[in-house]
């Protein structure tokens, strides 16, 4: 009993971390595209004004030709949420020319739903 109950949660504990990288893979896809809608539906700290801002003000004549969100260390879920401390990278150019602004590091808060992992907050 004691070596299945191991191997359900190692599944388990499988299945979350193909989870988590697949939110961060969903919202790194969303992002280069600049598919505010999408980065929306994976990153529910994203409200309507957010995603005003990211429309209208950040991806507003940019190129985005690059970005992704690495995780530092193993992805450890605690039940059905995560804390997992990633390296950001952006490489594009905001309407101006300029390189587009982003925190080298960031912390991402996920959430397992019946869906699938989900963002609450990227900071």
Not at 1 to 19: H, I, N
Request: glycine share 8%; aromatic share 6%; charged share 35%.
């Amino acid at each position: 009993a004691e070596a299945a109950q191991r191997k359900t949660d190692e599944d388990q504990l499988r299945k979350d971390r193909d989870g988590i990288r697949n939110a961060l893979s969903l919202y790194e896809r969303a992002f280069r595209s600049k598919d505010v809608a999408g980065m929306r539906s994976i990153n529910h700290s994203i409200d309507e004004r957010g995603a005003k801002l990211w429309r209208d003000d950040f991806f507003k004549g940019a190129s985005v030709s690059a970005y992704t969100l690495t995780p530092h260390g193993d992805l450890n879920p605690a039940g059905d949420r995560a804390t997992v401390r990633c390296a950001q990278s952006v490489t594009g150019k905001d309407s101006q020319g300029k390189p587009l602004p982003f925190r080298p590091e960031v912390t991402v808060e996920l959430k397992r739903e019946p869906t699938g992992w989900v963002i609450l907050s990227l900071k």
